[in-house]
């Protein structure tokens, strides 16, 4: 019943934006840290970004300066705006939820996924 669902993603030149949206259903995520994790080619799943319920963010240095991330609790939303995008930044994103109150950046500790979105970013 539980599913996440990211919508988003594509291809955009180097220094263009895209948002990402991740969808929740089958229960409420208010409560819970909401992240997203990103992974390339021959490369392990890493760490992004992530929200907790009362607002407080945190982000992977490569990106802190150019991504935002945000959440809708009501309607179950969490998004990451992403600008002055990079060919580095190409990569597979996954939405993610952790049950706990504090941001935590393993993604191990992650309870449930989304299947991913393409983001593709040309030199």
């Known amino acids: 019943q539980v599913q996440l669902v990211e919508t988003g993603g594509g291809l955009v030149q180097a220094g263009g934006s895209l948002r990402l949206s991740c969808a929740a259903s089958?229960?409420?995520?208010?409560?819970?840290?909401m992240g997203w994790f990103r992974q390339a080619p021959g490369k392990e799943r890493e760490f992004v970004a992530a929200i907790a319920s009362g607002g407080n963010t945190y982000f992977t240095d490569s990106v802190k300066s150019r991504f935002t991330i945000s959440r809708d609790n009501a309607k179950n939303t969490m998004y990451l705006q992403m600008n002055s995008l990079k060919p580095e930044d190409t990569a597979v994103y996954y939405c993610a939820v952790d049950r706990a109150t504090v941001i935590r950046t393993h993604r191990g500790l992650y309870d449930y996924w989304g299947q991913g979105t393409q983001v593709t970013v040309s030199s």
């Open positions: 089958g229960r409420t995520f208010s409560t819970y840290v």
